[in-house]
């Protein structure tokens, strides 16, 4: 019995009778280079867009810009970051991959946007775990320098809830003297896990409204009325940064989308654009 056995040609890749390829099919240099090239995209443009203020969103009312405006522009540069950072990227993959020989068209189209979409993911695994973190400092550097005092006192939950607090606790009058940090960061405590819960319960309403009588000179009834006002606007505060999380992750969500679809049309027309360039 004999065997023959065809050596696969150094230049394609693939043996001399059209047989099955002996080199992997995805070019993972292009594909790493294309991912590099994004991710350093997407900083450079999340910078421009942080210098044009497109990240300042805040959910208070009369502070900085309106929120629902700034939102819209922080999404749509968002999708737009997306969209040039990992068509570039994309596109450089499908230039640089190595060409592959005697392959069907259908199939180089689809190993031309594999490695577009491997582009998208090696680059948001870039961009989370390597670049997460400049990113963050610079646009919240801002913010945590103004508030870095306040940070270093925040030993509870309760810190979170600090303005309704000082709500309850809030008097015309001469307050008594003596130090009501304890009770304040307990009122704190009950507040955020009433929040936590959907509401306050009864008995702890009860208590709050005694202290703050007691500390403000009211009566017990407008002290229950105030408990009341305040622990339905926390309650109402957390309810609407919730729906704004969620509003902002479904963008998220859908920029991501983009992103993948755009990185692997790029790196088809860059494929194209390579296997159709002739020797000159």
Avoid at 53 to 64: A, D, E, M
Avoid at 112 to 122: K, M, N, P, Q, S
Avoid at 163 to 172: A, I, K, M, P
Wanted: one cysteine or more; proline letters at 2%; hydrophobic letters at 45%.
């Amino acid at each position: 019995m004999s065997s023959s056995y065809t050596f696969p040609d150094t230049k394609t890749g693939y043996n001399a009778g059209g047989g099955e390829a002996y080199s992997s099919g995805v070019s993972w240099p292009a594909v790493i280079g294309g991912a590099f090239v994004a991710a350093a995209l997407s900083l450079i443009l999340l910078a421009l867009g942080s210098g044009l203020g497109l990240s300042s969103v805040s959910p208070w009312s009369n502070v900085g810009a309106s929120a629902s405006t700034v939102g819209g522009m922080a999404i749509g540069w968002l999708i737009l970051m997306q969209i040039i950072a990992l068509s570039m990227g994309g596109y450089l993959a499908g230039r640089l991959r190595t060409k592959w020989a005697s392959i069907h068209n259908d199939e180089v189209y689809f190993r031309d946007t594999a490695h577009g979409f491997l582009v998208w993911a090696l680059s948001l695994v870039i961009t989370v775990f390597f670049l997460a973190s400049a990113a963050t400092t610079m646009v919240g550097g801002a913010a945590t320098g103004a508030g870095a005092a306040m940070a270093m006192e925040a030993n509870s939950p309760a810190d979170s809830n600090g303005y309704f607090v000082d709500s309850l606790f809030r008097s015309t009058s001469n307050p008594p003297a003596g130090n009501d940090a304890s009770q304040r960061a307990e009122v704190g405590r009950i507040i955020a896990k009433g929040l936590m819960q959907q509401d306050v319960p009864a008995a702890d309403k009860t208590y709050i409204a005694q202290l703050v009588a007691a500390r403000t000179g009211l009566s017990q009834s407008d002290a229950e009325k105030r408990v009341s006002e305040i622990t339905h606007d926390a309650r109402q505060a957390a309810d609407t940064a919730r729906k704004a999380t969620a509003h902002l992750l479904l963008w998220i969500f859908l920029a991501l989308l983009i992103g993948a679809f755009c990185a692997s049309y790029a790196a088809t027309i860059g494929g194209r654009q390579r296997d159709h360039l002739k020797l000159i």
